[in-house]
């Protein structure tokens, strides 16, 4: 017994060390040199080793080649609008039409079962303390190109392959009413709310999964039954919101400035201090809060507002145990208390993170005590429902400041892939775990890459709304991405923001975590390995090293490359439009 443990552990020695090379190879394009990049390297490498091991002893799905898959029709994906229109079509009205169901289980409501949440990994809730949801909007200008549905599930992410089959059950299901719909697109974003059910499949219950795959093959790590129950309301609050369309008038404003970086000066405004970056001190992300407004020509329907800005929802501490979808529940309460609906689109927020220890107006903060007094179990959510409501009071005090936007909606959305690297995301990719549309890439240094989607919208003439699959840095849309001399990579990075592609004057907007949730969407040469941000200390290796920060975004990372390839992709939408 004990020759066959030695012989095992010999030859998973073996392996480690020839898989731990190949690995350390892909982070050797760096031009620095020094202990920092020589330690994490090598230590890389061991990590990427046991996992390529992991890997290479399961039994890893029969995924598609890429050139089979483009080969194909590709199932439930929308490529928009047919055409594009500079000018609304003559007589062209606006239509919307709104929907909402809950995604909670109701053993999880009646309290006779756990789930993990999304962002926490071990955190489990086993009740309710506001709601977890699919909001929808369906959007018409009216020119006869078809409608396009913009949906929000609270969650840390939806993965491709959910994307796809909330698409086809809604499909499924207004076929079933004898309706031939008309859609073009269907976009769904996450709020990427961390206390509420996993929607993804990053958690705990990927370990044991992870375990019983060597034995039975690899099940998907998000909770089946939950899985059912989301792709099923997701869907029909999809219906709902298609088959509820009325016209109406569609206004753009924006609220005051929600402030940056205190520490290295960059609020635009000191009364608004609700943002922090915590990756780079750079300018280049969106710190007000962009709104949209529908306001139907019945006046007995309900206005709707929907809001964009990129900013994690992480503020209900990891501590607590009832669902909670964090500050944009508590906008939306405000705002339904105001005889509105409301959709909060999560965007470009990467390291971007509301600011939990922002002081607020004194008028925020008693009504919240009030609310508090009368339910003592808020208080645990208490900073979520502060910084919701400070927000709601931006929005409804900017309305005033409202645009109307022409009836014109452009949507062209594509497929592109995303080269796999080693690591936790590439594992639970190539092995079939965390529902991506994978497939076999010979230009791959792992052979694997992921198809995934991103889009270019034009809403109105002045306002443009990208589209990217995962938790993208702003400065890769929006400019003053890391230099060379600040990068881990020491090197330059060399694409175009995707803004700056734009006509000036244009509004330009994000809408991460749209139709996929690929990870963190990071620059080239500013990509290290995750063990980077667990051996050294920022501000310990700042002072050793020379200019350091965070790395821990590559933990969930599908590779250095997905900048590059996912800026790219959007250069190329906005090009097309913009020659």
Known sequence: MKKLSRSFLAILLVFTMIFSANSTAAYAKSEASGPIYVVTDVLGGVIDGLIKLLGFLAPTPDHPTVEEYFSAESESFYEGTKSFIDN??????????FGKKSVVPENLRNGTKEYYTGGYFTQKVNGVFDDQKAVVIALNDGSGRGTTIFASIDGIGVANADVRAIRNAAEQKLKAKGIDSDINAININATHCHTVIDTQGIGLDLLPKIFLSFFVGAKRSVNAEFLEVMIDRASDAIVE????????????????????????????????????????????????????????????????????IGAHPTVVDESTNLLSADFPAFMEEKINGAGMNF????????????????????????????????????????????LGYEYARL????????????????????EYTVRLETGLFGYGATEGFIGTTTVKDS?????????????????????????????????????????????????????????????????????????????????????????????????????????????????????????????????????????
């Open 443 to 579: 230009s791959s240094k792992t052979g694997y890459s992921i198809v995934t989607e991103a889009g270019y919208i034009e809403i109105g003439k002045d306002i443009v709304m990208l589209t990217a699959p995962g938790e993208i840095v702003p400065q890769l849309v929006y400019g003053n991405v890391v230099s060379a001399e600040d990068s881990y990579r020491k090197t330059e990075w060399t694409y175009e923001a995707t803004a700056n592609l734009i006509p000036e004057g244009k509004t330009v907007l994000v809408m991460g975590l749209c139709n996929d949730a690929i990870g963190y969407i990071l620059p080239d040469n500013d990509y290290a390995h995750f063990i980077t941000d667990i051996i050294w200390d920022a501000d310990g290796a700042d002072k050793l090293f020379g200019p350091y920060h965070r790395h821990y975004e590559e933990m969930l990372s599908a590779g250095s490359s997905a900048g590059s390839e996912t800026v790219s992709v959007l250069n190329e939408l906005v090009k097309s439009k913009n020659p």
């Open 343 to 386: 959709m909060f689109i999560q965007g470009a927020q990467a390291p971007v993170s509301v600011n939990k220890w922002a002081d607020l107006p004194e008028v925020t903060n008693n009504e919240v005590d009030a609310k508090i007094a009368v339910n003592p179990v808020a208080e645990d959510y208490k900073t979520a429902i502060l």
């Open 88 to 97: 609304a079509a003559v007589g062209a009205k606006w239509s919307l039409g």
């Open 395 to 414: 929005v409804l005090e900017a309305q005033n400041n409202a645009k109307e936007i022409e009836p014109i909606l452009n949507v062209r959305m594509t």
């Open 241 to 308: 919101a298609y088959t509820n369309m009325e016209t109406g008038k569609l206004f753009y404003f924006e609220t005051a400035g929600m402030g940056k970086d205190e520490e290295n000066g960059l609020y635009t405004e000191d009364e608004y201090p609700y943002l922090v970056n915590k990756r780079y001190y750079t300018e280049g992300y969106q710190n007000v809060f962009a709104c949209f407004k529908f306001v139907p020509d019945n006046e007995d329907s309900a206005a709707t507002i929907f809001t964009n």
